[in-house]
């Protein structure tokens, strides 16, 4: 019988989007699901963006684009690495995607041959793995729970390292955990990788914009550290754009040409109209940002209090990203009287079907004993959420 490949059998399929569609089909249903598992904010695009779109329209943007991208959207992207990050790159050194998680796999793709080692902090972004795993590279995770912030320290990365690693994912601030590496935290994993110059660190700062301790920090700022650094970002979660697909690298020319060469003959150059609205996004007013900023800095504070409250549930204080990522392994073992709840995964499917409030289980983030919530939703359906989650979890026993 023919079958799919190899490569794709041994693909895991995306949890989060999993979870996103048993809610759905329960909201169908007409059941009052409070939805805490997506990972995009609540608000729309700003009107500037969205009109620089339908101008853009008006004004033909209707054929192939170059496969980098317009080269007017990556000079707004280099003034916004100099002007925000301090970092100086040619408009070379950029290549957009279809979105962030394009911008990590054409990376990975180009870089990672058979049997080369990635080095991933766990609890990481549930695709990362995956991603390395379509390369033929082997995903080396190294866990960092929540008494040390859910964030790897230097001695960790270097226990890590063999002559196979060929890079490093560094997400921050982080989805799942929220958390955030310091500029001193990033120093100290540079020491590390300052001897061995052959690995080349991937930084997602897809959430740089979400941030509540200040000015986002990248290791390609530290001495050393940019020309081995491939910076993934993009308009998806600092615009409210996820849908728009926009996002790219900036990194050395010998990477960005070879994804341009590996998106030439994928996908070619992402959507024309969404980088007119991306170019907008990066040259306009950043006031909607700070809004939303401000918007989820005031759901984090409250989400955070209110799960401190829940029996069992021990909570970090998450410095950026809209997501809280509560160790919930005290209840693991216990019982409603017809299921047991071994792991997070039965958890969240647990406060589904009996909270009916939708959460993702930490397994497919490398935490299967923590649960993600997603506070990029109203106030009320945070505190809503919450009181149901109590309220299931007094029934186990
Ligand atoms: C850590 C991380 N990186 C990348 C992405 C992908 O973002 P984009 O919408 O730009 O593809 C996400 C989206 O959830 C994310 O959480």
């Not at 700003?46 to 000079?75: C, F, H, W």
Request: hydrophobic share 40%.
């Amino acid at each position: 019988m023919t079958q799919v490949s190899a490569r794709l059998a041994s693909l895991s399929p995306s949890a989060t989007l999993a979870m996103s569609q048993k809610s759905g089909e329960l909201k169908a249903q007409g059941v009052d699901v409070i939805n805490l598992s997506v990972g995009e904010p609540d608000f729309n695009t700003p009107e500037p963006i969205k009109e620089a779109a339908k101008k853009a329209i008006d004004e033909n943007y209707s054929r192939y684009s170059p496969v980098a991208g317009y080269p007017t959207l990556r000079n707004a992207i280099v003034a916004k690495l100099k002007n925000e990050n301090g970092l100086e790159y040619t408009a070379n050194q950029i290549s957009c995607a279809n979105g962030a998680k394009q911008s990590v796999c054409n990376t990975i793709m180009v870089l990672v041959n058979p049997g080369d080692e990635v080095i991933i902090p766990a609890p990481f972004w549930v695709s990362y793995p995956e991603m390395v795993k379509l390369a033929e590279g082997t995903p080396v995770i190294v866990a960092a729970g929540i008494e040390q912030d859910f964030k790897i320290t230097p001695a960790q990365l270097e226990a890590a390292i063999t002559p196979k690693t060929k890079a490093l994912i560094l997400c921050s601030p982080s989805n799942p955990t929220g958390s955030v590496y310091s500029a001193e935290e990033l120093a100290g994993l540079a020491e590390v990788l300052k001897k061995h110059p052959e690995i080349i660190v991937i930084a997602d700062e897809i959430y740089e914009h979400i941030n509540y301790i200040g000015k986002h920090s990248s290791i390609a700022q530290i001495d050393g550290m940019k020309d081995r650094t491939v910076i993934v970002n993009g308009v998806s979660k600092a615009y409210a754009m996820t849908g728009w697909r926009i996002g790219f690298i900036a990194g050395p020319e010998w990477i960005v040409k070879a994804v341009n060469k590996l998106q030439g003959q994928y996908t070619s150059g992402p959507c024309s109209v969404s980088q007119k609205a991306a170019e907008a996004a990066y040259t306009g007013s950043q006031a909607p940002v700070e809004e939303m900023r401000q918007a989820f800095e005031r759901r984090r504070d409250l989400i955070v209090s209110l799960a401190k409250e829940v029996p069992g549930f021990e909570v970090n204080q998450p410095e950026g990203a809209f997501y809280l990522f509560p160790k919930c392994s005290y209840y693991f073992g216990k019982t409603d009287g017809t299921r047991t709840i071994e792991n997070a995964d039965d958890l969240a499917m647990y406060l589904l079907e009996v909270a009916h409030v939708a959460c993702v289980g930490g397994t497919s983030f490398g935490a299967p004993e923590c649960i993600r919530m997603s506070y990029a939703t109203s106030d009320e359906n945070i505190v809503e959420a919450i009181k149901r989650i109590k309220t299931a979890l007094a029934a186990l026993k």
